[in-house]
C-alpha cells in the first residue's frame, strides 16, 4: 500500500490522531470542574452536567439525581460564556479530528499529502488549538453562573473556583489543543512527500 507520508508524516498523523481523540474526550465529558451539592458530589463540562438537584414531591425535599446528560436546550447551559465556549471548543475539536483522520488516510492513499497540503492541514491544527484554547480560557468566566455557586458553596466566581476544583477533563482538552498547536503544526510542514514533476 503506497503512503504519500514520509516517516515524520506517519509520526505527524499518529500524533494529530492522539491529540484529536484526547481533546475531543475532554471536551465530550462532563468533567471539567468538581464540587459538591446536598453531599453527593457534582461535576460540570461546557454542555453536561453529573448529578442535579430535584424537588422530591412526597418527602418535600430536594434530593440530588446521580446521572449524568447533556442540558435539555442550548439555552439550559448555565452561562452565555459557557455556551461560547461550548461552540468554540467544539469547532476546533472538529478541525483537529478533520485533520487527524486527512492525515491516517495519507498513510494508505498515494499522493493525498503533498508538503503543500501538509503545511495547510498543520495551519488548521494551529487554528482548532487555538480556538480549544480560547474555550479553554473562557470557561472560568461561567464561574460565577447560579448552577455553579450552588456546586461551589456559594464563594465561586470568575476565575474563583471557591470549593470547587478543576477536573481531569478540562485537562485533557487543553493538552491535546496544545500538544496539537505545538508539535503536530511543526511535524506538518515534513509530513508530505515532494510531488512528482510529470512531463508534459
Given amino acids: ?23 475531543c474526550v475532554g471536551f465530550f465529558m462532563p468533567y471539567w470542574l468538581w464540587g459538591s451539592q446536598l453531599g453527593k458530589p457534582v461535576s460540570f463540562g461546557t454542555f453536561r452536567r453529573c448529578s442535579y438537584p430535584v424537588h422530591d414531591e412526597s418527602r418535600q ?15 439550559g447551559i448555565p452561562s452565555a460564556e459557557w455556551r461560547i465556549c ?15 483522520l ?9 499522493e493525498l499529502i503533498s508538503r503543500t497540503v501538509g ?24 464561574w460565577d453562573s447560579e448552577e455553579v455557586r450552588q ?7 470568575q476565575f474563583d473556583l471557591g470549593k470547587c476544583e478543576i477536573g481531569w477533563a478540562y485537562y485533557c482538552t487543553g493538552a491535546g489543543a496544545a500538544a496539537a498547536m505545538l508539535l503536530c503544526t511543526w511535524l506538518a510542514c515534513f509530513s508530505g512527500k515532494k510531488q512528482k514533476q510529470y512531463p508534459y
Fill in 61 to 75: 425535599m430536594m434530593v440530588m439525581v446521580e446521572e449524568c446528560g447533556r442540558y435539555a436546550s442550548f439555552q
Fill in 151 to 157: 456546586t461551589c458553596g456559594y464563594v465561586s466566581g
Fill in 86 to 100: 461550548t461552540i468554540v471548543t467544539g469547532l476546533g475539536c472538529g478541525l483537529l479530528l478533520l485533520v487527524a
Fill in 1 to 23: 500500500m503506497a503512503s504519500s507520508l514520509t516517516c515524520t508524516g506517519v509520526i505527524w498523523a499518529l500524533l494529530s490522531f492522539l491529540c484529536a481523540a484526547t481533546s
Fill in 119 to 142: 503545511r495547510v492541514a498543520g495551519g488548521i491544527q494551529f487554528l482548532g488549538g487555538l480556538l480549544i484554547g480560547a474555550g479553554c480560557a473562557l470557561y472560568p468566566l461561567g
Fill in 102 to 110: 486527512t492525515a491516517l488516510m495519507g498513510c494508505c492513499v498515494s
